[in-house]
Structure formats: structure tokens, C-alpha cells
């Protein structure tokens, strides 16, 4: 795997740090115990109460669904995410966009479990190359041995760890000059969102992180702790359109200095707490509601969601092969003004000769089997032939 390629402020991974390293137990293999010195797997019985695992470290079966897959499949046919994985969204129409053929160089900038990326492969064929990126240290190792154990060698399959703001030179690193397609599918992974250990969820109890690389940056409790109210005002406006930006972001500057806060539980409490004091919310559904929100404002402010899209879009164009396509898949209204804005003034620079002109949404079978899929909005453009 190549090493962080890209030097740039947002370069993710600090060199010389190891891209496999995970030091936390791999769910594919082990339920709950160690590996014995023989190799070998001793098993204890996961226990939880009721009759289905409620918690992420209870799922054990479907985290290891090479092992269980029955099981998986039923948790799929129930319009339910497995833990641990990812149903890629929107895949027949990315399909159809990018048009990926034989023999063609393309690249995933959103590597997650590799679901579009084995679609895209196996249009390419043994003379394509498909290069993917993916800044989180802790889930690219698992997709790039699940891709590997598939059959995707080196010369057809190149996984660089790095913040797609690194695009360029990630690409000129790996001797690719530019590519036949782009794809971008934004935003987190159901990996990431599922493990509280991550701290996007607060389903389960973890630490506040929600940085999709916790090798760069800080966790948004720490940013969380030092902000003023009027810069958590300013994200939680433009990153989540929170309606009470200034006075729910007062609210929560002064909790926090009163009491710091480190977990996504007492977040989450604090914040129905305070809507219910305020009179801001009616039910726990609206609360949820309201929660989800600050946690998505706080997620695109620790990983600077809109600085390095922004940076994407600049180097897109750049990278295409004259004819070249490029698909972007976004899950919120700030993503997808930007990239919308991107395509057409790229257009108006003569940069891309057709750009979308409206958004492709998932269908109704879609959106029934995976409700996950609801937010996608799918954008493409082909860059020019000169
Ligand atoms: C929605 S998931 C992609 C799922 C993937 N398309 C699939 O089918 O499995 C988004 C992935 O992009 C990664 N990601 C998000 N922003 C990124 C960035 N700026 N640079 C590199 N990777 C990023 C996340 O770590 C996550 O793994």
C-alpha cells in the first residue's frame, strides 16, 4: 500500500507511521477471544440480553460475514446495514455515469468497504487499474485485504492512504499522469457510524472523536472545548442548517466550560436535556432529530469536510483524461451546493464540456432496502476534449 503521498496541509497520515496498523481486535476473526500461539481461534459464547445483539460489540455474526453469512443476508433482507459493513449506495447509476471499460485507469476517492470499487474493478478488467483512496488508518487495511483475498492484485488494484485533498500527488507518486474516471461518495462509512469506538454514534457510549483519520487533527471534544460561541454558531449553520445556531451554540459553550465534555452519550444527554428546557423539541424522535444534527455539524468541522471537497473539486479537472468522467455522491445540502457550483463553473471555464444538470437520486427500491440511501444525490460531469 502506498504511504501518504500528499504533503499538503490536509495530508493525513503522517509518514512513516504504519498503514496496517490496527491495534484494535479484527471482527472478521474473532468474536470476542485471541488467536492461540497455533493460529487458531478460541471462542467464548458472546453473551447479551434479549434475544439480538443490541450493542455494536455484541454483533459479532455480522461482523464477520465471510463466517456468518446466512445470518448477514437476513439482517440485508430486513432493509438493515450489518455492522461492520457498508452497502454501497447508488451503484447502477455510478455505473452507468463513470461508464468504466476495459484497459481503463480509474480512481475511488472514497475507498470505504470497496463495494463501488469491486464493481468499477471488475468492469476494468485484467489490463484496468483502479486506484483507491481512503484517509482512515483503522478500515483501509481490512478492505484492502478483503480486495486482495478477491483477487485484486498490485498492478490492478493501488490503495493509497492518504485525504483525497491529496489527489494530484497522490496520483503523480504512483506514475499516473490522469485517469479515465473519478469517483467521490462522501461522508462516513457505516463502519465508522457503527463503532462507537469512533465516536460518531451515540447509540453506544464512546469517546468524542468523529475523525475519520484519529492519527491527524483533534477530536471534536478537544475542538468542542476550546470553541467560541460564535464559531460553533457559525457550524452548526452551515454545516447541519441548525435553525437555533446562536442560542443552542451559547447553550452548549456554556455547559462545556462548566463541565467539559468527552463522551458522545453525555453529549447527546446534555443536548435532549437542553431542548427539553428550552421547550425546543416536542418528542424524543425531534430530539434525535436535532442530535444527529450537532453530530454532523461537529463531524464536517473536525475533519474540514468543505475545505478539502473544495480542494477535490479544484484538482478534478486536472486529473481527468480529456473525455474523462467523474461522479460525485453527496449527503447533504453544503456538499452538494459546492460540488454543483464546481461543475459549472468548471463548465463555464471550458473545463467540462457536459456537467448534470440535476441530481440523480436513489430509486424507490433503494430507498426501501437501504433507508441509508435517502440523502444520496449523484452529480457527474465529462471533462473536455481539449
Ligand atoms: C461513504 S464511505 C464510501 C463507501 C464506498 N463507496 C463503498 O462502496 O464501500 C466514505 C469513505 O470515504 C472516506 N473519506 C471521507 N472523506 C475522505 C477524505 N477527505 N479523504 C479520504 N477519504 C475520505 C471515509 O473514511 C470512508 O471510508
Given at each position: 500500500m502506498f504511504p501518504d503521498p500528499d504533503p499538503a496541509p490536509h495530508a493525513p497520515d503522517a509518514a512513516g507511521s504504519d498503514p496496517g496498523a490496527d491495534a484494535r481486535p479484527d471482527p472478521g476473526r474473532l468474536p470476542d477471544g485471541t488467536a492461540t500461539a497455533e493460529g487458531t481461534v478460541r471462542r467464548r459464547r458472546v453473551r447479551y440480553s434479549g434475544t439480538h445483539p443490541r450493542r455494536f460489540a455484541e454483533k459479532y455474526k455480522e461482523r464477520a460475514p465471510e463466517r456468518y453469512a446466512d445470518a448477514v443476508a437476513k439482517i440485508v433482507a430486513s432493509g438493515k446495514t450489518p455492522a461492520g459493513t457498508h452497502r454501497s449506495i447508488m451503484v447502477a447509476e455510478i455505473l452507468e455515469?463513470?461508464?468504466?471499460?476495459?484497459?481503463?485507469?480509474?480512481?475511488?476517492?472514497?475507498?470505504?468497504?470497496?463495494?463501488?470499487?469491486?464493481?468499477?474493478?471488475?468492469?476494468?478488467?485484467?489490463?484496468?487499474?483502479?486506484?483507491?483512496?481512503?484517509?482512515?488508518?483503522?478500515?483501509?487495511?481490512?478492505?484492502?485485504?478483503?480486495?486482495?483475498?478477491?483477487?485484486?492484485?498490485?498492478?490492478?488494484?493501488?490503495?493509497?492512504?492518504?485525504?483525497?485533498?491529496?489527489?494530484?500527488?497522490?496520483?503523480?507518486?504512483?506514475?499516473?499522469?490522469?485517469?479515465?474516471?473519478?469517483?467521490?461518495?462522501?461522508?462516513?462509512?457505516?463502519?465508522?457510524?457503527?463503532?462507537?469506538?469512533?465516536?460518531?454514534?451515540?447509540?453506544?457510549?464512546?469517546?468524542?472523536?468523529?475523525?475519520?483519520?484519529?492519527?491527524?487533527?483533534?477530536?471534536?471534544?478537544?475542538?468542542?472545548?476550546?470553541?467560541?460561541?460564535?464559531?460553533?454558531?457559525?457550524?452548526?449553520?452551515?454545516?447541519?442548517?441548525e435553525p437555533m445556531a446562536g442560542p443552542l451554540a451559547e447553550a452548549m459553550v456554556a455547559s462545556v466550560r462548566e463541565r467539559p465534555v468527552t463522551r458522545t452519550r453525555d453529549l447527546a444527554r446534555r443536548l435532549h436535556d437542553l431542548y427539553r428546557e428550552r421547550g425546543w423539541t416536542r418528542d424524543k424522535a425531534e430530539g434525535d432529530a436535532r442530535v444527529r444534527r450537532v453530530f454532523q455539524a461537529l463531524r464536517i468541522e473536525v475533519n474540514d469536510e468543505f475545505g478539502v471537497l473544495e480542494s477535490l473539486l479544484r484538482q478534478i479537472p486536472t486529473c481527468l483524461k480529456p473525455g474523462g468522467r467523474v461522479a460525485i455522491l453527496t449527503f447533504h445540502s453544503g456538499e452538494d451546493r459546492r460540488v454543483?457550483?464546481?461543475?459549472?463553473?468548471?463548465?463555464?471555464?471550458?473545463?467540462?464540456?457536459?456537467?448534470?444538470?440535476?441530481?440523480?437520486?436513489?430509486?424507490s427500491e433503494e430507498l426501501r432496502s437501504n433507508p441509508r440511501s435517502a440523502p444520496a444525490k449523484l452529480r457527474w460531469a465529462v471533462r473536455s476534449a481539449q
Open positions: 455515469t463513470l461508464e468504466p471499460r476495459p484497459g481503463q485507469t480509474f480512481v475511488d476517492c472514497t475507498l470505504g468497504y470497496g463495494g463501488h470499487a469491486r464493481e468499477i474493478l471488475g468492469r476494468l478488467g485484467d489490463a484496468g487499474r483502479l486506484v483507491g483512496f481512503d484517509c482512515d488508518p483503522v478500515e483501509l487495511p481490512k478492505t484492502v485485504e478483503r480486495l486482495r483475498r478477491e483477487g485484486w492484485d498490485e498492478a490492478r488494484f493501488l490503495p493509497i492512504r492518504s485525504n483525497f485533498a491529496g489527489l494530484a500527488a497522490g496520483l503523480a507518486g504512483a506514475g499516473i499522469p490522469a485517469v479515465d474516471g473519478i469517483l467521490a461518495d462522501l461522508g462516513v462509512s457505516s463502519m465508522q457510524l457503527d463503532d462507537p469506538e469512533r465516536g460518531f454514534t451515540y447509540k453506544d457510549d464512546g469517546p468524542l472523536d468523529l475523525r475519520m483519520n484519529p492519527q491527524r487533527g483533534r477530536p471534536a471534544s478537544e475542538w468542542l472545548s476550546r470553541v467560541a460561541p460564535e464559531a460553533l454558531a457559525a457550524a452548526l449553520r452551515d454545516n447541519a442548517d454543483k457550483r464546481a461543475f459549472l463553473e468548471g463548465q463555464r471555464q471550458g473545463l467540462y464540456e457536459v456537467v448534470s444538470d440535476s441530481v440523480r437520486r436513489p430509486g
